[in-house]
């Protein structure tokens, strides 16, 4: 299968151009999804870059067609709607140390953790003794999120300070 370019449209209005379009499905809703991947460099072990490829499904309002492309070869499918996740973060407090919140599946998290939807996640994470787990997405999607706007580091490992 030779996936079709297409053009990925940010949450911003940047877009990145012939991404690479592999599969477009509609799911049991109506809904039409489309998977597609992303070319990226990425750090190389002991230096240098590599090219590595994102894939994700994403809505058909976030591409947009590049004229002359005929998409007709991209395969179609049928696929079950996902179903709706109440939460994505679980808190997890350990006997000892900080609590430590997870992304929803992350193998670190335990079976006593108290799963939270995004804006209680962040609450908990902008209190003391709260923790982003760094083995799942959870330093990488909140941290961001929780720091927005701030001036200096946005971690407080960052500031150099012990």
Known sequence: MTPAPITLVLPDGQTIERVRLYERAQLDDGAWVYRIGVPLWQTAFGGGVEPV???????????RPIPGVDLS?????????????????ILDRPARGPAVLHSEGCRHASERGRPLRTEAALDALAGPGTV???DCDANDV?????????????????SGQD
């Open 53 to 63: 490829e994102y894939s994700t499904w994403v809505t058909a309002g976030q591409l």
């Open 73 to 89: 070869a991209v395969p179609t499918t049928r696929r079950p709607s996902p179903a709706p996740t109440a939460w994505a973060w």
């Open 132 to 134: 982003a787990c760094t």
């Open 142 to 158: 909140l941290v961001p999120i929780l720091h927005h706007g701030q001036s200096g580091p946005s971690h407080p490992l960052d």
